[in-house]
């Protein structure tokens, strides 16, 4: 009834643990990246929520006035260099408002808007036509911009 002999139907081999283990540790591997991928996909989302309108307005409208510094520097003042690069300061100047909403009712901030808008408007009436004259327009709205970015920056 008893046997004393061992079980020698495996051929005297053990059954091996590591395979079990090498595959319980791939399939925790696998799990954790997924589990990393939806964090960072979730915290990413997150910033989706904000708004980039105010730093979009800002980063193109600084685009625009390097570009009217480099066609100064290349020498290249005339007003069809010049007027494609006003204009859009302009239109983009129509929406500083709405793009800063925590900033449209103060009457400061609107006080530099307007300036901001006067003197691009001016630069639109008269283009400039010259080196000296774009220089004189880039010094104006650049002061109008540090104006309000020593206010409310």
């Not at 589990?35 to 309108?53: I, N, P, S, Y």
């Not at 409208?61 to 003042?77: D, E, P």
């Not at 808008?117 to 880039?138: H, V």
Request: proline content about 6%.
């Amino acid at each position: 009834m008893s046997n004393p002999q061992p079980d020698t139907s495996h051929d005297g081999k053990r059954p091996a643990n590591g395979a079990k283990y090498l595959i319980l540790l791939l399939v925790g591997l696998v799990i954790g990246v997924i589990a990393t991928v939806m964090v960072l996909r979730a915290v990413e989302g997150r910033k989706d929520w904000q708004d980039h309108f105010p730093e979009a307005a800002m980063r193109v409208m600084a685009a625009h006035s390097a570009q009217l510094q480099i066609s100064m520097k290349a020498n290249r003042c005339s007003a069809t260099d010049t007027l494609p690069h006003l204009q859009a300061l302009r239109t983009i100047a129509n929406d500083l408002e709405p793009a800063l909403p925590g900033l449209s009712d103060d009457k400061r901030f609107a006080e530099h808007a307007s300036r901001f808008r006067a003197t691009l408007d001016a630069a639109l009436a008269s283009p400039p036509l010259n080196c000296e004259g774009l220089a004189e327009t880039t010094r104006k709205i650049g002061e109008d911009c540090k104006a309000c970015h020593q206010d409310f920056r």
